[in-house]
DNA sequence: CCCATTGTCTCTTAGTCTGATACTTTAGTC
DNA sequence: GACTAAAGTATCAGACTAAGAGACAATGGG
């Protein structure tokens, strides 16, 4: 269900905050669900347990997750739950996202190129949850 | 020409090599070209010399420029020579806008809301080159 | 020859990632 | 109630990297 690149230049934290979002983004996991234990979760991917306890943390700082001593984690948030007038999330969510078409720009990718990655991009996001 | 920032998460010697190589595959820079002295672009962008130095070197490294001391740094590559490592670039940053893209989702903003979002940024990003 | 210009090198500082290990809390079981 | 297993948490260490400060080396013009 979640997969990491040890050879990638992300950090391995980063991937895992990135897939665990992706997953509860797509409905794969929903309020409720629960998650592995960090040591089997870092067993099962070959890393260390405090990289995966990493993450687990930050989601539970983004509020996403809850984790509890002894007992586990499991997810708090979910897609349909809407967060309601939330401007700091909003102001926080268009930043990470003016910072990502930047980085596109800068890179050198045309208008065209990086607006067809948004379509598909988007496509992926929405389709069948 | 060549913009760079400083709170980014990519390092500014990686915003720099892409920010480079976009400039050669756009023809903006093309074969014979004379690059800025370290220390001016340094100054420009109001970062280190090395920085730039290094950003200068690692396109050297890839065939794209040629370094000479004393005399300076000097395009050697052509538009069609810098496409091929620029796919890895692509998918870098497909990856900082799913990711971005993902974090939207989750934040419960709706698909129009980062559509609107989203066209907004790609607007002010392309206003004035 | 002398000097300004330019790229290159060395060293330092600070920060981050990842892992090893130990600690604390919860929940069951006898 | 004490004990044990399981789970998250905290602390420390080692390695790596980014970025800057400053010195060094090569090139070319007067």
């Given at each position: ?32 669900d ?69 980085d596109?720009?800068?890179a ?22």
């Amino acid at each position: 269900m979640l997969s990491i690149s040890l050879v990638s230049q992300v950090p391995l934290h980063d991937q895992l905050v990135s897939g665990l979002r992706g997953l509860i983004a797509a409905g794969k996991l929903a309020r409720g669900d629960e998650l592995p234990p960090v040591r089997q979760l870092a067993a099962d991917l070959g890393i260390n347990l405090n990289t995966v306890a990493r993450a687990y943390r930050e989601l539970t700082d983004a509020g996403l997750l809850a984790s509890v001593r002894g007992r586990g984690t499991v997810v708090i948030s979910s897609v349909e739950r809407s967060f309601g007038p939330k401007v700091e999330e909003k102001r926080r969510v268009e930043a990470a996202i003016a910072a990502a078409l930047a980085d596109a720009k800068i890179a050198g990718l045309s208008r065209e190129t990086i607006e067809s990655m948004l379509e598909r991009q988007m496509e992926r996001l929405w389709k069948t949850p």
